[in-house]
């Protein structure tokens, strides 16, 4: 599955992942593949899971996808084409 990271607290070593309408999915750091910590807004791929207090992130690695929900359609242009400003 991917998402977006929607909370990571550092100091604690687990954060939320976005769920749509649904409840979050936790994610711990010892998940993390080829990375220590997750920024918020980064894309992610993993496998979710189900334990006894909800939805939890396995095998999480940042996705090689560009995320394109903060800067629109068109990655990092801040004015697609057609826009006129």
Known sequence: MQTIVKKWFQDKGYGFLENGTGPDIMVRKNEL????????GSLVEFECHSDGRGLVAKKVSLSRKKNNTQ???RGSRKNPFGVMT
Do not use: E, Q
């Open 33 to 40: 593949i080829k990375c220590s910590f997750l920024k918020v």
């Open 71 to 73: 800067n629109g359609a």
